[in-house]
């Protein structure tokens, strides 16, 4: 008996102890709760912005330079000889020290010195061979010397492709012209098409390119790449990513105000990649005072150049620039005549 009291006291006092460790451990619990709601909810969402957009800033070279697409194309390269065009092969080493891989498709030696050149800066898939049919075209019609460039980490050039990648190669191209004394350096014609359009536009704004080309022509290429990503992906939280989580910008809406040379933007309306109002802003911004915009009916982002008129407005648009190159007349479209004594009167209207 004499020890029933303490003890009903000992687990009096332990069951008080209990509870109010266990009111504490209550506390302790629902602060838990509150961190891991507040902050660890936060740190997760964090975390999974971090490796999200990580993963997008990684993969976005795989999603804009499609450089195996068709397959093979690392490997095998058409050559123009196919399509009986006379071409040489050449190699040409970037500022960084890349060695890429050029056509340089030329007019027969008698006309080759009077014939303006064209470098060609291709889209995103593919290499240079895959353009071949185009420069067909463009021989035929334009009588124009071509040289055609395959970016690094394509067809047979070294290296893996970036935006300032690209831009190198464009420089390289254009200074390797100039190191050849069997063209007409006062003739020489930047094109680009689609992301081509882009390095077109970027090299034709350099300030030590600036007065050394006769013009820019543009087809079917966009005012930037986080513009296009809006486009394609639709997500409208894309407009508050800030431009540096885009590993590649292209940003030619800004770009194109500083061009000065003869500028002529192509815009197939059919285009279902590049929304043409991309070319009517990029048009409508340019501060080139002989600018024009071509909107082609019907043409579409890859076969735009298979349309009819294609070749003849090219050529107006040339010879309205070597008309001002010599008399500076101002540019008046309607008013212009390919003349018969121009290399171009004999353009088909295909
Ligand atoms: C080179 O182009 C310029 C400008 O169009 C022209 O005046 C000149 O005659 C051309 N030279 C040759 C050899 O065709
Ligand atoms: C254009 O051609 C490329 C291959 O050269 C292809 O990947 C792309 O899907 C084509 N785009 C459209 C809009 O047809």
Not at 272 to 291: A, F, G, Y
Request: neutral net charge; charged residues 15%; contains cysteine.
């Amino acid at each position: 008996m004499g020890g029933y009291v303490p003890f009903t006291k000992v687990t009096t006092i332990l069951f008080r102890m209990i509870l109010r460790i266990w009111a504490y451990s209550g506390l302790v619990l629902v602060f838990c709760f509150l961190v891991y709601y507040l902050y660890g909810t936060l740190f997760a969402v964090l975390l999974l912005f971090f490796a999200v957009t990580g993963i997008l800033y990684q993969v976005q070279d795989n999603l804009l330079y499609n450089s195996e697409l068709p397959p093979h194309s690392r490997v095998y390269v058409p050559i123009p000889s196919t399509f009986n065009l006379p071409y040489e092969s050449v190699m040409t080493k970037t500022s960084d020290g890349i060695q890429i891989h050029m056509y340089f498709i030329y007019q027969p030696k008698d006309k080759q010195k009077n014939a303006p050149t064209i470098i060609f800066f291709h889209g995103n898939a593919g290499n240079i061979g895959h353009r071949l049919q185009n420069c067909v075209g463009l021989y035929h019609n334009l009588h124009c010397n071509i040289l055609l460039v395959e970016y690094r980490g394509y067809g047979l050039s070294e290296g893996v492709p970036s935006e300032d990648g690209l831009y190198l190669d464009a420089k390289a191209s254009i200074d390797y012209l100039f190191t050849r004394s069997d063209i007409n350096h006062s003739e020489i014609i930047i094109f680009g098409r689609s992301l081509g359009g882009a390095v077109a536009i970027d090299l034709a704004t350099r300030e030590e390119y600036m007065g050394k080309v006769m013009c820019l022509i543009v087809e079917n290429t966009f005012t930037s790449i986080p513009d296009m990503a809006k486009v394609l992906l639709g997500w409208r939280i894309l407009q508050y990513f800030p431009l540096f989580f885009y590993k590649n910008k292209f940003i030619s809406y800004q770009k194109v105000k500083y061009l000065r040379l003869p500028s002529l933007f192509i815009s197939g309306m059919d285009d279902s990649l590049v929304p043409p109002r991309m070319m009517q802003e990029l048009h409508n911004r340019c501060d080139s005072i002989r600018k024009q915009l071509l909107q082609i009916p019907a043409g579409t982002h890859n076969e735009t150049w298979q349309l009819q008129g294609y070749y003849r407005s090219m050529a107006v648009f040339l010879q309205s620039c070597r008309l001002d190159n010599s008399v500076h007349v101002s540019f008046d479209i309607k008013n212009e005549k390919t003349t018969s004594n121009s290399i171009w009167s004999d353009v088909q209207t295909i």
